[in-house]
């Protein structure tokens, strides 16, 4: 299923507002359970899958944290209630990346009326990630060739090198990336006053806007039951 990247947007902006305002279990879980139904909409199955087995997991640390000392229980259940808040977020956030290309937040975004400063640095920051991603890969497999990859060995005896040998490469070729992907962004026109042109041409259906509307106002209706301004 698609849906118009617009109602993506706003989406993302609801499910963040409502996930860390509903910060107790219960609640927070319902809205997690929303978002699943979405990116399974989506076509995101396997992720929805993934995102649950580790959010069950959490949940059940929670569940057995009695038996855990006091004081590596507070500190570790800081840690799990700042994750499962944010399992929403990075669930429909990927959902988001994977089902929307580049070109359509773009475009998305000129539809919206975004300034053009925002559009362009939003653009350049989406080609920037997964090209470091890559990046990260080749300086780990460079690592391992030389015998300093991340392995128990190595963190133990020699982690000043490690560090060293991940971070001055990485760094490098950040920065050349940075460079070539505003380089490359100027070339396009990205930057060009003129009234942007695309082959992307986005319209909202009757579908977009009744998918949106139910959803929408699941996760409203989340927010208000949490604010207690409508009882069970």
């Known amino acids: 299923m698609k849906l118009d990247v617009r109602h993506k947007f706003f989406l993302l902006i609801l499910i963040s507002a409502v996930a860390f305002a509903a910060k107790d279990v219960a609640y927070g879980s319902i809205?997690?359970?929303i978002v699943c139904l979405l990116s399974f909409l989506l076509g995101q199955g396997k992720k929805v899958v993934k995102f649950a087995g580790v959010y069950v997991f959490l949940l059940l640390f929670v569940a057995f944290s009695k038996y855990v000392p006091a004081i590596l229980s507070s500190m570790i259940l800081m840690v799990v209630l700042c994750i499962r808040m944010c399992m929403p977020i990075m669930l429909y956030g990927?959902?988001?990346?994977?089902?929307?290309?580049?070109?359509?937040?773009?475009?998305?975004?000129?539809?919206?009326?975004?300034?053009?400063?925002?559009?362009?640095?939003?653009?350049?920051?989406?080609?920037?990630?997964?090209?470091?991603?890559?990046?990260?890969?080749?300086?780990?497999?460079?690592?391992?060739?030389?015998?300093?990859?991340?392995?128990?060995r190595n963190l133990r005896l020699r982690?000043?090198?490690?560090?060293?040998?991940?971070?001055?490469?990485?760094?490098?070729?950040?920065?050349?990336?940075?460079?070539?992907?505003?380089?490359?962004?100027?070339?396009?026109?990205?930057?060009?006053?003129?009234?942007?042109?695309?082959?992307?041409?986005?319209?909202?259906?009757?579908?977009?806007?009744?998918?949106?509307?139910?959803?929408?106002?699941?996760?409203?209706?989340?927010?208000?039951?949490?604010?207690?301004?409508?009882?069970?």
Not at 192 to 199: D, G, L, V, Y
């Open 159 to 232: 982690p000043a090198i490690v560090f060293e040998g991940f971070i001055t490469p990485l760094l490098v070729r950040a920065s050349t990336i940075a460079e070539e992907l505003s380089a490359a962004s100027i070339t396009r026109g990205l930057d060009n006053p003129a009234p942007r042109t695309a082959f992307i041409k986005l319209g909202i259906t009757l579908k977009d806007i009744c998918l949106t509307l139910i959803f929408a106002a699941m996760l409203i209706f989340v927010l208000l039951f949490r604010a207690n301004v409508w009882r069970w």
């Open 94 to 152: 990927q959902t988001f990346l994977k089902t929307t290309p580049v070109s359509e937040m773009v475009t998305g975004l000129y539809a919206m009326k975004m300034p053009r400063a925002f559009v362009i640095t939003f653009a350049v920051a989406m080609r920037f990630f997964p090209t470091v991603k890559e990046e990260v890969s080749h300086v780990r497999d460079a690592m391992s060739l030389r015998g300093i990859g991340f392995t128990l």
């Open 31 to 33: 809205v997690f359970v």
